[in-house]
């Protein structure tokens, strides 16, 4: 597991933990409270990857495409079943980065399964300004 509290400022330092874990891509699952910092994150590897585009929250959309690399979805409101449904699984086959909002314990197992690379980033509020980003590879 590697730990990194960091300020906006900072969050390169995680994107690029991230992409030392997960080379070839594959899927980051992003944990936290509500307003943790889960889609700044996101904002930020879309960066690390020299992507130019706002990059918002797909809370209402399920998924977002930025460039043919990076791909956000969030679960929250329609839940893994919903996702599944929707045959997002086979999306998470496609070359680049997954992050995942609001991915739980049996989106893990899904994907260990479906043999699909991921780590875990847990993200939680260290004080005003700074976030500590635990970052698990499962």
Known sequence: MIELTC???QLQDVCHAIADLLPEGGVV???GDLAAGKTTLTQAF????????????????????????LFHYDIYNQG????????MLEELERE???????????????LKTAGIPMITVV??????????????NA
């Open 7 to 9: 300020s906006l400022e």
């Open 29 to 31: 699952i992003l944990r």
């Open 46 to 69: 879309a960066k690390y990857l020299g992507l130019n585009e706002a990059v918002t929250s797909p809370t209402f959309s399920l998924q977002q495409c930025y460039g043919d690399r």
């Open 80 to 87: 893994l079943d919903h996702f599944l449904s929707l045959g």
């Open 96 to 110: 680049g980065y997954h992050l995942i909002e609001w991915g739980d314990e049996s989106l893990e197992r899904l």
């Open 123 to 136: 993200i939680d509020k260290a004080d005003k300004n700074r976030r500590t980003y635990r970052i698990e």
